[in-house]
């Protein structure tokens, strides 16, 4: 996942991307990946959808996924930004092959 390069102000629009890969031996009819930030603090974390996407990934295919975000403060002077792939844990794990699901990046967001 790429962050933004310098702090962010509140509400300002953020670029978020991700790079989900199907490393399963199977092709991918529908796969989620969401987009979160973290509301909370690092050791209470309370995640909050930015947004969802829907795509289908042939066996070994990577796509790049992004969505723009208003910057929202958290508990801590930053906030951590997540990615996920199958957030709900829609694929069977026999499918999964040992992947990765979460990518995360801190954003400084300034009043």
Same mark, same amino acid.
Not at 5 to 11: H, M, P
Not at 61 to 79: I, L, N
């Given at each position: 996942m790429?962050?933004p390069?310098?702090?962010?102000s &509140? ?8 790079i989900i ?11 989620k ?8 603090t ?7 959808l930015?947004?969802?996407?829907l795509?289908?990934?042939k066996?070994?295919e990577e796509k790049? +996924? ?7 403060k958290?508990? &801590?002077?930053w906030?951590?930004?997540?990615f996920?792939a199958d ?7 026999? +499918?999964e ?9 801190s954003?400084?967001v300034?009043?």
């Amino acid at each position: 996942m790429k962050p933004p390069q310098a702090g962010s102000s &509140e509400n300002q629009q953020i670029k978020l991307t991700g790079i989900i890969q199907n490393r399963s031996n199977v092709d991918l009819d529908s796969v989620k990946a969401g987009f979160y930030y973290n509301s909370g603090t690092q050791n209470k974390i309370n995640l909050v959808l930015i947004e969802k996407k829907l795509l289908a990934l042939k066996k070994g295919e990577e796509k790049t +996924v992004s969505c723009v975000w208003r910057a929202k403060k958290s508990a &801590e002077y930053w906030t951590d930004a997540y990615f996920i792939a199958d957030p709900d844990n829609a694929i069977k794990e026999e +499918v999964e092959n040992a992947a990765f699901h979460e990518a995360r990046a801190s954003v400084i967001v300034k009043k």
